[in-house]
């Protein structure tokens, strides 16, 4: 699977934005999909994560409320709705497509990622 992430741009904090990650291939619905963040200078750190039915979803602390991820299989499309956004949640935002028995928070645990989206949240 190839991954090719996309709807990043500038937002005023307090704004929304909605990240896409489409995949190809027809193996889409087999895998956990991860979205994680990298800063400048930061390393990079897990956002959200979505098993490969759906049926289980994970959230940092940093973003539990405000972000939402989802998928559709069909579209071979995974999602990150943000809302509420700050300007600490300013990062490079990559989704990711793992195949671990569990869906996980660790990037290790991931084996294809995307070329990532700039997200940049304005005070």
């Known amino acids: 699977v190839q991954l090719q992430a996309s709807g990043g741009g500038l937002v005023q904090a307090g704004g929304s934005l909605s990240l896409s990650c489409a995949a190809s291939?027809?193996?889409?619905?087999?895998?956990?999909m991860g979205w994680f963040r990298q800063g400048p200078g930061k390393e990079r750190e897990f956002v959200a994560a979505?098993?490969?039915?759906?049926?289980?979803?994970y959230y940092a602390d940093s973003v539990k409320g405000r972000f939402t991820i989802s998928r559709d299989n069909a579209k071979n499309t995974v999602y990150l709705q943000m809302n509420s956004l700050k300007p600490e949640d300013t990062s490079v935002y990559y989704c990711?497509?793992?195949?671990?028995?569990?869906?996980?928070?660790?990037?290790?645990?991931?084996?294809?990622w995307g070329q990532g989206t700039l997200v940049t949240v304005s005070s």
């Open positions: 979505i098993s490969w039915t759906g049926s289980i979803i």
């Open positions: 990711a497509a793992g195949r671990s028995s569990v869906v996980s928070r660790r990037p290790l645990e991931y084996d294809v």
């Open positions: 291939g027809r193996t889409f619905s087999s895998y956990h």
